[in-house]
């Protein structure tokens, strides 16, 4: 109401100084003026009344129509930022835009660049079922140790799923069956052939086959552990049908890989991931396109057909698929969607086009504290000391399956994680910084005006692990609000959890959030809270409440 008020009293303030001027040219006495700035100001009130239910009728309107008010500058008066806000780029010309005003980018050494090279020491690569969210920890095992598999054999299945096989990645002898806290299983690692062989499927006839006849498919193949759900982040449900699909076709991440080196020479296959994409929902298929250079993104993502596409521009996390669900078709209620990345639609395309479950990846090596970051061409799950074998600078280093924000830690002899197609290696930060509370001694990646970082907006910076200062009061900051660039109270969300307070955490949003969305907020948190963490508690809470 107050914004509609200040825009009701820069288009109507002209009035009410007309009304003064004009009693004072006529003589009129005092009281005379008194009526005329009181009927002045009842104008204006009434006004910003009108302006205020007008634009209360047309956010109703566009939400039921999926636009985004705020971000599309629909209102009787536009603001400020709609008027003289940034242009977007010549190439979206025609297509829906979504403008992010809130984010940060942070910009890191060590981005991967050149040609892919081929991963060709990388002997060992893992199923690791804990990558798989909502199985059991202990699912049923099909393979023993010592068994020969090819690429596509079930290894496991959960036994709430029984149907959907999880497979292997490659074809090689299952050499170790590793296992975490409570005996769950979180590894199970098999030593590659030097030639690959792969199970064959019969796929089904596209233009033929129906809607469950695919699915069948999907969960024999392996196929089905492409996808994701939203909310939860979990394996989805066979028997649901999503509403809509999603796909990001790019990362806005820091040093995360260019979706353009990714997709060369899979273009094909990409669109055939797409084509099963459109037949598995009764809705759309969504391609969020990286609206933030001066050149278009490539024109598989853009002429792609069976989709529906909208640009995206601003910092990160722009390109997290959850900001984008939520600038286009929250999810609200009973909905459900599924998700997918650029690699994951290739691996399905191929599985329907050449009937093998082919899971090859492009990783990218980012990280100051390689010799030579670049990319490579490799399985899920490869070998972490394997693919960084030769590339360090020194030994005493954190190794990261994912990005800094929302990877996951590893030690040379883990392995990348599924759904991950970066390693980033950076400096251990297990050093004490003197007066570090009070003087900004070093540059660092921050969004703090103590530090000129604004002044040199295209400086990369080195970055290590130290968080400089440790867990304290969870205070209430704006830092969060700077940076999350939707319509939730992270905050707010974060308290409920740890009070354990159901309704609340609901009515807040947080069936929107996966931890990829609030990394950003734990890294600027003053609190230096473990917010991906208490997230994904209260994830865990929601789903065992139904």
Request: proline residues 5%; contains cysteine.
């Amino acid at each position: 109401m107050k914004s509609i008020l200040n825009k009701a009293v820069l288009t109507l303030g002209t009035l009410f100084m007309a009304f003064e001027l004009s009693a004072q040219n006529e003589g009129a006495s005092g009281s005379n003026i008194f009526i005329y700035t009181l009927v002045g100001i009842a104008v204006i009130l009434f006004f910003g009344m009108l302006i205020n239910v007008a634009d209360n009728l047309i956010g109703i309107e566009a939400k039921q129509n999926n636009i985004d008010v705020e971000d599309g500058g629909l209102a009787l008066i536009p603001g400020f930022k709609h008027l003289f806000g940034g242009k977007v780029a010549d190439y979206t010309a025609n297509s829906p835009v979504t403008i992010l005003r809130r984010g940060h980018d942070i910009l890191l050494e060590g981005e991967a660049t050149g040609a892919v090279k081929e991963a060709s020491g990388v002997t060992r690569f893992a199923v690791q079922p804990p990558s798989f969210r909502g199985l059991q920890p202990i699912p049923k095992m099909t393979v023993e140790v010592g068994a020969s598999v090819k690429a596509g054999d079930q290894i496991f299945f959960d036994k709430q799923m029984p149907d959907v096989a999880f497979v292997a990645p490659v074809s090689g002898e299952v050499i170790e069956l590793n296992r975490g806290a409570k005996r769950a299983i979180a590894e199970i690692v098999i030593l590659a052939d030097k030639k690959q062989e792969y199970r064959t499927f019969s796929q089904p006839d596209m233009k033929t086959a129906d809607r469950e006849t695919i699915v069948n498919f999907m969960k024999e193949s392996g196929g089905w552990s492409l996808l994701r759900q939203r909310p939860y982040n979990t394996i989805p449900n066979p028997e649901v049908t999503p509403r809509d699909i999603f796909v990001s076709t790019f990362d806005s991440a820091p040093l995360a890989p260019d979706s353009a080196v990714v997709v060369a020479g899979q273009e094909a296959a990409f669109q055939g991931g797409v084509d099963v994409l459109a037949r598995l929902t009764d809705g759309q298929v969504h391609l969020g396109l990286d609206g933030r250079g001066d050149t278009a993104p490539p024109a598989v993502f853009t002429q792609a057909a069976n989709a529906s596409k909208r640009y995206f521009k601003g910092k990160h996390p722009v390109g997290n698929v959850g900001v984008q669900i939520h600038h286009t078709a929250p999810v609200g209620g009973s909905d459900t969607v599924w998700v997918l990345g650029v690699q994951e639609v290739i691996t399905l395309g191929k599985l329907f086009q050449e009937g093998r479950f082919d899971v090859s990846r492009v990783v990218a090596l980012t990280g100051s504290e390689l010799e030579t970051p670049h990319y490579v061409r490799t399985y899920a799950g490869a070998n972490v000391g394997e693919l960084l074998k030769g590339l360090l600078k020194e030994e005493h280093v954190r190794v990261i399956s994912g990005d800094v924000l929302s990877g996951e830690q590893k030690a040379m002899n883990n392995y990348l994680n599924f759904y991950d197609d970066q390693i980033t290696v950076i400096k251990e930060g297990d050093y004490f910084e003197m007066f570090g509370w009070l003087l900004p001694l070093s540059p660092r990646p921050t969004i703090s005006n103590t530090f000129p970082n604004f002044l040199f907006p295209k400086v990369k910076f080195e970055g290590d692990t130290n968080t400089h200062g440790e867990k304290r009061a969870f205070v209430v900051t704006n830092d969060y609000e700077q940076v999350m660039p939707m319509d939730v109270y992270p905050q707010q969300i974060m308290k409920s959890i740890l009070i354990n307070d159901i309704e609340r955490m609901e009515g807040l949003g947080i069936l929107e959030l996966v931890e990829e969305d609030v990394a950003l907020c734990e890294f600027v948190c003053v609190s230096k809270q473990p917010l991906q963490q208490i997230l994904r508690e209260g994830l865990e809470t929601m789903r065992e409440q139904g």
